[in-house]
């Protein structure tokens, strides 16, 4: 994956320009290059992935101020570090809090898990570097990442050393660039596999990730591959997915989904209808993010992600300039691959194909720390596997676990905090970073979420028998939904609400009734329903009340 390999930075093809709507947003394939805003200018200035040599060479050795401002809250995210939320700075944007007024000396660093997929040797360094440079801290995100806290750019070349010794990168963790691959947790070891990605989740990340011609895109682009027939990569929420398919004459493969994405206007991914083999995966999705690169809007900032594109042209357009234009050939027809029953996450014991079993544990909202991560990896070894999985629920798996020693691997990981056998609540409350260190968040997530999980738990400790469908709780800190506010059953999104006594208090604007799936859409805004943080326990309980009461059947909470 690293390091960036050197490729022409320009589209390899150019459109005759055209006055009216390319140029008003930018797209370089009719011809407008001309920066448009800020960060146009400072990716075209020097590509963000130069930076590392800096911060090797001169930041780290002279410290915090001696950093640019322009790398410090642009280039610097190519490379996984974003600066933390200086404490004590309120939620509210009041308009009056200058940016440089909200960064922390410290940086939140993450560290992609293409396909979520760890070694326990892995695990264990990343342990280890939490403990030595990130006060233990360590969150299992919700796109398989791992994030650690209170990193000092001093200590940047060290870690870099550190990881890259054990195969793991920073590189393009964050940024207008592809971000972490997400794969199936159970990729290549489930029974019920339609066909294992791995080898095309790694073939992309070893030749495009740290590819400069890929670097400067108008916006993030996430990506989703998954040959699971459970789709448990959250495709309809990615820039790009390959979710699997059996086509009738041709076998297991791939059908193809672009321009989902979530934030302030939420999209829901499209199908383009074709069907894409395992070994033509790395090619398509090349020429999607070329697609991307070229075609995208780089205008403003708020409609630069592709689903704005792909809203605008359609699939059927999307799929013309992307045979006709990029591969240069038809893709074949492919069928729908068919909605999956039961729940999406793998928590529990699971029989795998060669007769061993994997084990999916819950944390709360993926909070763990660098201790922890290093006991799960002895964990898993003393029960003789070497395989850890991240999930996008923010979960934990220990694969290649031998029969005998299942409930052994259960009882360590519990004695951790780590459930395979949660409480619904524990099983579905998701919560984004929050303003403990997000310098975007208006309210507290993940020790709220930890709060509401031991609440609900009490609360509703005597109707847990019933919830044979589970209550997806989501918690955000602001608009930006990375914890997709807008597919929960509750979603919800932090705002500063009035209490009783008129009083501006953290609390949430609700969303209900999201879904994936089967029940693919965005929760409601609900008029009126705004909680405060402190009654969030109560509003939620009143809701799962209701919803048992009133539902007939099978019915979920969406429908
Ligand atoms: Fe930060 Fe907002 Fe994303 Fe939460 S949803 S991590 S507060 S940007």
């Given at each position: 994956m690293v390091p960036p390999t050197e490729a022409p930075s320009q589209p390899k093809r150019r459109a005759p320009a055209r006055r009216g709507k390319g140029r008003a947003e930018g797209q370089w394939a009719l011809g407008y290059r001309e920066p448009l805003n800020g960060n146009e200018q400072s990716k075209k200035d020097d590509n963000p992935l130069n930076v590392r040599s800096r911060i090797e060479n001169i930041y780290a050795r002279r410290g915090f101020d001696s950093i640019d401002p322009s790398d410090l809250r642009g280039r610097f995210r190519w490379w996984g570090l974003y600066t933390q939320r200086a404490p004590g700075i309120p939620g509210a944007?009041?308009?009056?809090?200058?940016?440089?007024?909200?960064?922390?000396?410290?940086?939140?660093?993450?560290?992609?898990?293409?396909?979520?997929?760890?070694?326990?040797?892995?695990?264990?360094?990343i342990g280890e570097i939490s403990q030595t440079y990130a006060r233990d801290t360590a969150d299992v995100t919700d796109r398989q990442n791992v994030q650690l806290h209170w990193i000092r750019v001093e200590d940047m070349p060290a870690i870099w050393e550190r990881l890259e010794s054990v195969g793991l990168y920073t590189t393009e963790a964050c940024g207008d660039c592809p971000r972490v691959i997400l794969g199936s947790p159970v990729a290549g070891i489930a029974a019920d596999e339609i066909v294992d990605a791995t080898p095309a989740i790694r073939e992309i990340a070893h030749h495009y990730i740290g590819d400069r011609s890929l670097s400067n895109l108008p916006r993030k682009f996430k990506t989703a591959i998954s040959g699971s027939p459970r789709q448990d990569v959250v495709h309809e929420t990615n820039d790009v997915s390959f979710i699997g398919v059996h086509h009738p004459e041709h076998g297991p493969g791939f059908d193809l989904w672009v321009g989902g994405g979530l934030s302030t206007n939420p999209k829901l991914a499209v199908r383009l209808g074709t069907w894409v083999p395992l070994e033509e995966v790395p090619e398509v999705w090349h020429a999607v993010v070329q697609i991307f690169r070229d075609y995208?809007?780089?205008?403003?900032?708020?409609?630069?992600?592709?689903?704005?594109?792909?809203?605008?042209?359609?699939?059927?357009?999307?799929?013309?300039?992307?045979?006709?234009?990029?591969?240069?050939?038809?893709?074949?027809?492919?069928?729908?691959?068919?909605?999956?029953?039961?729940?999406?996450?793998?928590?529990?014991?699971?029989?795998?194909?060669?007769?061993?079993?994997?084990?999916?544990?819950?944390?709360?909202?993926?909070?763990?720390?660098?201790?922890?991560?290093?006991?799960?990896?002895?964990?898993?070894?003393?029960?003789?596997?070497?395989?850890?999985?991240?999930?996008?629920?923010?979960?934990?798996?220990?694969?290649?676990?031998?029969?005998?020693?299942?409930?052994?691997?259960?009882?360590?990981?519990?004695?951790?905090g780590l459930r395979a056998r949660p409480s619904p609540w524990r099983r579905s409350v998701m919560a984004c970073t929050g303003i403990e260190f997000c310098k975007l968040a208006i309210v507290e997530t993940k020790n709220r979420a930890t709060e509401l999980v031991e609440d609900l738990e009490r609360r509703l400790a005597d109707v847990q028998g019933n919830m044979d469908n589970p209550v997806t709780v989501n918690l955000n800190?602001?608009?930006?939904?990375?914890?997709?506010?807008?597919?929960?059953?509750?979603?919800?999104?932090?705002?500063?609400?009035?209490?009783?006594?008129?009083n501006q208090v953290e609390g949430f604007q609700v969303h209900l009734g999201g879904g994936l799936g089967r029940d693919a859409g965005f929760g409601r805004k609900i008029r009126g329903h705004k909680v405060t943080s402190a009654e969030v326990g109560d509003y939620v309980e009143r809701l799962v009340r209701r919803y048992l009461d009133q539902r007939s059947g099978g019915e979920t909470f969406a429908q």
């Open positions: 944007r009041t308009g009056t809090i200058e940016p440089e007024q909200l960064d922390d000396s410290y940086f939140m660093l993450r560290i992609r898990v293409d396909g979520g997929a760890l070694t326990t040797e892995q695990l264990r360094v995208g809007y780089r205008r403003l900032r708020n409609r630069a992600r592709m689903k704005f594109l792909v809203a605008d042209w359609g699939a059927e357009k999307f799929r013309e300039v992307l045979e006709n234009e990029y591969l240069g050939r038809r893709l074949l027809d492919g069928p729908e691959p068919p909605l999956p029953e039961g729940p999406r996450d793998h928590v529990g014991v699971h029989e795998q194909v060669d007769g061993n079993y994997y084990v999916g544990v819950t944390s709360v909202a993926g909070r763990v720390n660098g201790s922890t991560l290093i006991e799960v990896a002895k964990a898993a070894e003393r029960v003789g596997s070497r395989r850890i999985r991240t999930t996008v629920e923010q979960n934990l798996l220990v694969l290649d676990v031998p029969g005998s020693e299942v409930e052994n691997l259960i009882s360590d990981l519990d004695e951790l800190g602001c608009p930006n939904a990375c914890a997709r506010t807008q597919v929960a059953d509750i979603g919800l999104k932090g705002q500063l609400v009035q209490d009783e006594q008129g």
